[in-house]
T-cell receptor, first 114, second 116 residues
Framework: AQSVTQLDSQVPVFEEAPVELRCNYS??????LFWYVQYPNQGLQLLLK??????LVESINGFEAEFNKSQTSFHLRKPSVHISDTAEYFC????????????FGAGTRLAVHP | GAGVSQSPRYKVAKRGQDVALRCDPI?????LFWYQQALGQGPEFLTY????????KSGLPSDRFFAERPEGSVSTLKIQRTQQEDSAVYLC??????????????FGPGTRLTVL
């Protein structure tokens, strides 16, 4: 069975500081990896995903994540956060070759302070 | 175009009542998923439809939960004889492609169910 662990339930950070949200997964087969973001009072939105190829993937708003197969990790990073990045971030996996139901971690609440 | 919509957005039910939650996926999307998100947790898979066919219902927590998508578009999640542990946000997601597709799942805003 697959599982996802998000190591931090809450991450407080000051505006313009760098941030890393950690995600580790467990799976005996190949997986796809995702980060979803949930802004207050909004639905889940895809931030970025890794399917294959380059292990470093980027989003349009400055986030990036690197797939590390040996460490079974997919940590999310941003070099300089904004107040508007305050949200809940969910890491998820799906089995490659299946119909791709998502298995989510418990989420990390990122709180950016001025 | 319009995204995934869900109704009602909020539902309060007395224990033992039946409820029906509706999902309108993005038009033309073949795949539809239901997830349950308990307070402070990540979403958990409930069931998957490809068009009108329910291909996986392994995540439904009990036989009180039933989902359908009779015409391959709108889907309804029904919970019979609701219990307090059913209180959660129920999320619907749709995807353009079918079984092996890796396209994005688009989520609706969810229905928050509170069972008193």
């Amino acid at each position: 069975a697959q599982s996802v662990t998000q190591l931090d339930s809450q991450v407080p950070v000051f505006e313009e500081a760098p941030v890393e949200l950690r995600c580790n997964y467990s799976s005996s087969v190949s997986v796809y990896l995702f980060w979803y973001v949930q802004y207050p009072n909004q639905g889940l939105q895809l931030l970025l995903k890794y399917l294959s190829g380059s292990t470093l993937v980027e989003s349009i708003n400055g986030f990036e994540a690197e797939f590390n197969k040996s460490q079974t990790s997919f940590h999310l990073r941003k070099p300089s956060v904004h107040i508007s990045d305050t949200a809940e971030y969910f890491c998820a996996v799906s089995l490659s070759g299946g119909y791709n139901k998502l298995i989510f971690g418990a989420g990390t609440r990122l709180a950016v302070h001025p | 175009g319009a995204g995934v919509s869900q109704s009602p957005r909020y539902k309060v039910a007395k224990r033992g009542q039946d409820v029906a939650l509706r999902c309108d996926p993005i038009s033309g999307h073949v795949s539809l998923f239901w997830y349950q998100q308990a307070l402070g947790q990540g979403p958990e898979f409930l069931t998957y439809f490809q068009n009108e066919a329910q291909l996986d219902k392994s995540g439904l927590p009990s036989d009180r939960f039933f989902a359908e998508r009779p015409e391959g578009s709108v889907s309804t999640l029904k919970i019979q004889r609701t219990q307090q542990e059913d209180s959660a946000v129920y999320l619907c997601a749709s995807r353009k492609g079918s079984l092996w597709d890796t396209d994005t799942q688009y989520f609706g805003p969810g229905t928050r169910l509170t069972v008193l």
